[in-house]
């Protein structure tokens, strides 16, 4: 969404409401499943624009472990110095990208942007529980549903060391 600024750029007011919507995108395999709502403001400080968002959406997808369906609601905050274009040169951009937000024109488009941050604020990987103990290797039953009953002592004894270590730990 195109915001214009201009009005907060030629003095007439020091506060601008952010509100609109993404379109649902796909992010790190998991999908979305409601509109990526953006809430929040750019406040004028004496001439130093400040932009504080509020990012929510629900997603559904499928823990990386055990692949039962996972789903649930992110938030994230998303808050960036806004400058005009030419205010920064070249190099100060190039390092810290993920600190402005560059209007053109008088205007800010941050949908890119904001796409991008959010991709990589999202896990890399969803997990039905952070100590999910993923499938039986050989009958691939989820193990959090108990005992398949599958032999599994014939193993590879490259795991042995660590295996004796976690039940040392006990
Ligand atoms: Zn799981
Ligand atoms: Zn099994």
Same mark, same amino acid.
């Given at each position: 969404m195109? =915001?214009?600024v201009r009005p907060m750029l030629r003095g007439e007011c020091d506060r601008i409401?952010? /509100?609109?919507?993404l379109l649902p995108f796909e992010i790190n395999g998991a999908s979305i499943d409601s509109n990526v709502k953006v809430l929040g403001d750019i406040v004028d400080t004496a001439g130093y624009m400040r932009l504080s968002l509020s990012v929510s959406f629900d997603y559904s997808g499928e823990c990386a472990r055990c692949l039962t369906p996972v789903n649930g609601r992110y938030e994230t905050e998303?808050? @960036?110095t806004v400058v005009s274009e030419g205010t920064l040169s070249e190099e100060q951009l190039e390092e810290d990208i993920d *600190?402005?937000?560059? =209007? *053109?024109?008088g205007v800010m488009d941050? /949908?890119?942007q904001l796409r991008e941050e959010l991709i990589l604020d999202f896990p890399m990987r969803l997990l039905c529980s952070e100590d999910c103990p993923g499938l039986c290797p050989k009958c691939g039953k989820? @193990? &959090?549903e108990g005992d398949c009953g599958c032999d599994l002592t014939e193993r590879d004894p &490259?795991? /042995?060391v660590l295996r004796n270590y976690f039940s040392? *730990?006990?």
């Open positions: 195109k =915001l214009d409401e952010v /509100d609109f919507e998303f808050v @960036r *600190e402005y937000v560059v =209007l *053109e024109n941050i /949908d890119e989820p @193990r &959090r &490259r795991w /042995d040392e *730990e006990k």
